[in-house]
């Protein structure tokens, strides 16, 4: 059996049965029952990931993948595809926004070359897990085979497996790659059904005339490997990237190892759709940071029932909402351990 396949078996719904006891302390806690609204929805899913109902300030994890996309031939993108590399060497020497967002959650960050095209010999602390450096132009032809696909995901999952036995209680995804938010729409489009047009956004800032490249590429992406899309992994394979399978292989590991993942932007909202299509029960194991100010970010949202912890108009990757949000992860669970209780605190319940 392989490691996809071993891994969609362990994924289950949320076990509910502690559901009770930690709504319980939540209505205990001194304010009136409800009154810290997505705080408690957080505690209360953190608790039922993790099977518990004492539940410590987590161990912290953010993967950025880094892979690099043929498509960005298509001139889909306002920045080279030399970009990728150079930004994967920036973060590795800390001085990428991730970097400073993650030191500020308490994270530690992990930046993956699952498919940057360039060896990156001189790279100091990097994660080498390449499966090929780059994907093929996707609107000639497949992004992938459906064995590299199938490979990039397993780089995910064995990420997500390795941080579990790391002792990691909450991990969190990111992404660099020139010209991904280009498969990252193809992918909406193919697994969620929205039309192209509503959903390409500007990316790395093009113009309208790169905008409408963009949607050109994709609409022809998706017709060329039309007879592919047949399932989600041929979907993935066809019109993907190798980051995006990636972070989808984290979020699947996350959700077969109880540990809670929380998705950054557009690019990674497109690697936990994949996974959700795989397992739709992985969504229970998903916190969704914020709502990206990629054009159909919102209603990319909408049609998965999706609700963003966060809306500050980021549009950058690479983690740094998941960073952020990874902060209300702490307060939450601060909420839920520390502050008094009615019962402990003398003071009188409401009616």
């Known amino acids: 059996m392989s490691t ?3 891994t969609l078996a362990r994924i289950r719904p949320l076990d509910r049965s502690l559901e009770s006891r930690v709504r319980a302390h939540l209505d205990d806690l001194t304010k009136p029952r409800g009154s810290l609204g997505r705080l408690e929805e957080i505690a209360m899913q953190y608790c039922l990931v993790r099977g518990t109902t004492t539940p410590g300030i987590p161990a912290k994890r953010i993967y950025c993948f880094g892979g690099d ?3 960005a031939d298509e001139g889909v993108s306002a920045f080279p595809k030399e970009v990728t590399p150079q930004m994967v060497m920036n973060m590795l020497a800390g001085g990428a926004a991730i970097n400073v967002l993650s030191r500020h959650a308490g994270a530690e960050l992990v930046v993956v070359d699952i498919g940057v095209d360039d060896p990156l010999a001189e790279a100091v602390g990097l994660c080498r897990r390449k499966v090929c450096p780059g994907t093929g132009n996707i609107v000639r032809g497949p992004a992938m085979s459906r064995d590299e696909a199938t490979r990039a995901v397993e780089v995910g999952i064995e990420l997500a ?3 579990a036995r790391d002792g990691i209680e909450l991990l969190g995804t990111g992404d660099m790659g020139i010209a991904n938010t280009t498969p990252s729409t193809a992918l909406f489009a193919a697994y969620l ?3 192209v047009e509503s959903i390409t956004g500007r990316g790395t800032g093009v113009d309208d005339a790169g905008v409408a490249r963009k949607v050109r590429a994709i609409s022809q992406a998706l017709e060329t490997n039309r007879d592919l899309l047949t399932d989600p992994l041929g979907v993935l394979a066809a019109v993907g990237g190798l980051e995006i399978a990636g972070i989808c292989g984290l979020v699947l590991g996350g959700a077969a190892s109880r540990v809670p993942v929380v998705v950054d932007g557009f ?3 497109a690697g936990a759709v994949a996974a959700m299509q795989f397992v739709p029960a992985a969504q229970e194991y998903i916190l969704f940071s914020h ?3 990629e054009q159909g970010h919102r209603a990319i949202m909408e049609r998965i029932g999706g609700r963003p912890l966060l809306d500050l108009s980021l549009r950058l990757g690479e983690g740094t909402g998941a ?3 990874m902060t209300l992860v702490d307060a939450a669970l601060r909420i839920y351990n520390e502050m008094a209780t009615f019962s402990s605190a003398g003071v009188s319940d409401q009616e």
């Open 4 to 6: 996809l396949t071993e």
């Open 69 to 71: 996309h043929g498509v």
């Open 161 to 163: 497996e390795s941080a």
């Open 193 to 195: 059904d929205l039309p």
């Open 267 to 269: 690019i990674s909202t």
């Open 291 to 293: 709502r990206s100010e």
């Open 323 to 325: 960073a952020l949000a």
